[in-house]
C-alpha cells in the first residue's frame, strides 16, 4: 500500500470525527436558552399595579405609566390606533398631556423605558396584562443618543433592542410621570407645562 493511500485512509475518519465535532459544537454554540419570566398574572406581588384611571403604578421604580400606547385607550387599549411621532413632536406631546387628573407627563427616559422590558421567547418584550396592545415596534425615549446631533434612543418592544432613532424616524410613545410629583387631591402640586 502506498503511503499516499495510507494517508487517505486516515484522513476520511479523522476529516469525519473533525466535521462531526463541529457540526455538534456550532449547534451547541448557537443554541439560545431562553426561558420566560413568570407571566405577570401568576406573580402574587406583581411589580406592576393596573388602576382603574388608566394609568400603571410601577413598585420597583415609582413610577406611573399611562397604560396605553399614545393614540390608544379605553379597555385593553382597543379603541385607535397607536400614533407614530417624530421625536420632537414625542417630547411635546408628553409635556401638553392632561391624562387621569394629572398633568405632569413627560417621555421617560432610557433607563425608565428600558424597565418596562421583560425578556421573552416569543411575543411582546413588555407585560402585556398590564400594557395591552402595544405595537411591536419601536418606543421614543427622552434620551439623546451622543452619535448624531438630534437623535435619541428607542426602545423595541417587538424583540427589545435598543437603538436610536434621527428626526426623520418616527416612533411610538409610552408616557410616564413621577408618581409622587403631583396628586389629584392636591392639584396646586401638579405643574402645568
Same mark, same amino acid.
Given at each position: ?9 486516515i ?21 439560545e ?8 398574572? @401568576?406573580?402574587?406581588?406583581?411589580? $406592576?399595579?393596573?388602576?382603574? &384611571?388608566?394609568?400603571?403604578? =410601577? #413598585? ?32 411635546? @406631546?408628553g409635556?401638553?398631556?392632561? $391624562?387621569?387628573?394629572?398633568? &405632569?407627563?413627560?417621555?421617560? =427616559? #432610557?433607563?425608565e ?30 434620551? @439623546? ?20 432613532g ?21 392639584p ?6
Amino acid at each position: 500500500m502506498s503511503p499516499l493511500t495510507r494517508l487517505n485512509k486516515i484522513r476520511w475518519p479523522l476529516a469525519l470525527s473533525l466535521c462531526l465535532f463541529a457540526s455538534t459544537f456550532a449547534r451547541t454554540a448557537l443554541a439560545e436558552t431562553c426561558v420566560d419570566e413568570i407571566p405577570p398574572a @401568576q406573580r402574587p406581588d406583581s411589580r $406592576f399595579v393596573a388602576n382603574r &384611571d388608566g394609568t400603571v403604578n =410601577d #413598585r420597583v421604580t415609582g413610577l406611573m405609566w399611562k397604560q396605553c400606547a399614545e393614540g390608544l385607550s379605553g379597555v385593553g387599549c382597543a379603541v385607535g390606533d397607536a400614533l407614530l411621532f417624530k421625536w420632537k413632536w414625542a417630547i411635546r @406631546q408628553g409635556r401638553g398631556v392632561v $391624562f387621569a387628573g394629572y398633568s &405632569d407627563w413627560r417621555l421617560p =427616559d #432610557r433607563t425608565e423605558l428600558s424597565s418596562l422590558l421583560q425578556r421573552r421567547c416569543y411575543g411582546l418584550d413588555i407585560d402585556a396584562i398590564h400594557f395591552p396592545n402595544t405595537p411591536p415596534d419601536r418606543f421614543w425615549s427622552a434620551t @439623546q443618543s451622543p452619535y448624531y446631533p438630534g437623535s435619541a434612543w428607542t426602545l423595541h418592544f417587538g424583540n427589545g433592542t435598543v437603538g436610536y432613532g434621527t428626526r426623520q424616524d418616527s416612533a411610538y410613545v409610552r408616557l410616564v410621570r413621577d408618581r409622587v410629583s403631583c396628586s389629584p387631591v392636591s392639584p396646586e402640586s401638579c405643574v402645568t407645562r
